[in-house]
């Protein structure tokens, strides 16, 4: 059995009640992206500050796309490394499922952030130091900018029970 994952039955084919909890760092401070922006420590205080005022959240979105949210994102913070995420795939959502496929059979592992920048300076190289930003939602991605912001590695065996127990449900749907 999967931890945190409940699997109820319903006329013989196994029902997920509640999602795969995946963690990881969206954004590390100081690296600088493919885009040639850096992320400082801080950028996203006032940002998280003002959601949590709100009641609102960040949003989990499959490959930065506002038309495919795939789960939710319970805990994002600031810690000394970066920004990091920890949210549930929700199975009742078929891309989710996919998504936890292929994290699991390692095809996809990237974190990626949305946001508006609100203060930046730019180096004379041309790079951009992020001071603020408004973060909008962090996505799983093939490519992240941030070729460093990943999902955890500690999670993929139990990514591979997940992946196991949607193959036993569509099994036992096909049967029905």
């Known amino acids: 059995m999967v931890p945190g994952?409940?699997?109820?039955?319903?006329?013989?084919?196994?029902?997920?009640?509640?999602?795969h909890v995946i963690e990881g760092y969206a954004s590390l401070f100081g690296l600088t992206d493919q885009g040639g922006d850096a992320v400082m420590r801080?950028?996203?205080?006032?940002?998280?500050?003002?959601?949590?005022?709100?009641?609102?959240?960040?949003?989990?979105?499959?490959?930065?796309?506002p038309a495919k949210p795939i789960g939710v994102w319970d805990e994002i913070r600031e810690d000394e490394k970066g920004l990091w995420v920890k949210g549930r795939l929700l199975p009742d959502v078929i891309q989710a499922r996919e998504a936890a496929?292929?994290?699991q059979a390692g095809a996809i592992d990237g974190l990626s952030i949305g946001y508006r920048t609100i203060r930046a300076e730019r180096d004379q190289k041309g790079r951009r130091a992020l001071a603020?930003?408004?973060?909008?939602?962090?996505?799983?991605?093939?490519?992240?900018?941030?070729?460093?912001?990943?999902?955890?590695?500690?999670?993929?065996?139990?990514?591979r029970e997940m992946a196991d127990l949607f193959a036993i449900a569509a099994d036992a749907l096909r049967n029905d």
């Open 5 to 19: 994952l409940e699997v109820k039955f319903a006329g013989g084919a196994p029902i997920l009640s509640d999602g």
């Open 42 to 65: 801080g950028a996203f205080a006032a940002s998280l500050a003002k959601l949590s005022a709100k009641g609102d959240k960040v949003r989990m979105l499959w490959q930065h796309d």
């Open 101 to 103: 496929a292929l994290i």
């Open 132 to 159: 603020e930003v408004e973060l909008w939602e962090v996505s799983l991605v093939t490519f992240p900018m941030l070729p460093e912001a990943k999902v955890g590695r500690k999670e993929a065996e139990d990514l």
